[in-house]
């Protein structure tokens, strides 16, 4: 079955720390550019980060920089998302998309993982 899972996610203090992961099966990320996508409760889904399959450059959202950092292991079929410093307007559930490139609509998307950050 081709598919990304997202784990990861959870509970954690204003000030915390989690690390996402987007693994893919059935498939291999080697030629994917990966995104990773947020959705708040009653907001629309917004572009979080990405990251290029070709020269692994990395793009974020200005809420985020400096704070969320994208990586690939591609020995490990997985991209990771670590999660620094998070703010309680991080809270939303966090997916990751896989698409050949800017040009090209997204093959795969993962279920989603919940992030509450929250004291």
């Known amino acids: 079955q081709l598919q990304l899972v997202e784990s990861g996610g959870g509970l954690v203090q204003p000030g915390g720390s989690l690390r996402l992961s987007c693994a893919a099966s059935?498939?291999?990320?080697?030629?994917?550019?990966i995104d990773w996508f947020r959705q708040a409760p009653g907001k629309e889904r917004e572009g979080v980060s990405c990251?290029?399959?070709?020269?692994?450059?990395?793009h974020y959202t200005d809420s985020v920089k400096g704070r969320f950092t994208i990586s690939r292991d591609n020995a490990k079929n997985t991209v990771y998302l670590q999660m620094n410093n998070l703010k309680p307007e991080d809270t939303a559930v966090y997916y990751c998309?896989?698409?050949?490139?800017?040009?090209?609509?997204?093959?795969?998307w993962g279920q989603g993982t919940p992030v509450t950050v929250s004291s």
């Open positions: 059935g498939f291999t990320l080697d030629y994917y550019d």
């Open positions: 998309a896989a698409h050949a490139g800017l040009a090209y609509p997204y093959d795969y």
């Open positions: 990251i290029s399959s070709s020269d692994g450059s990395t």
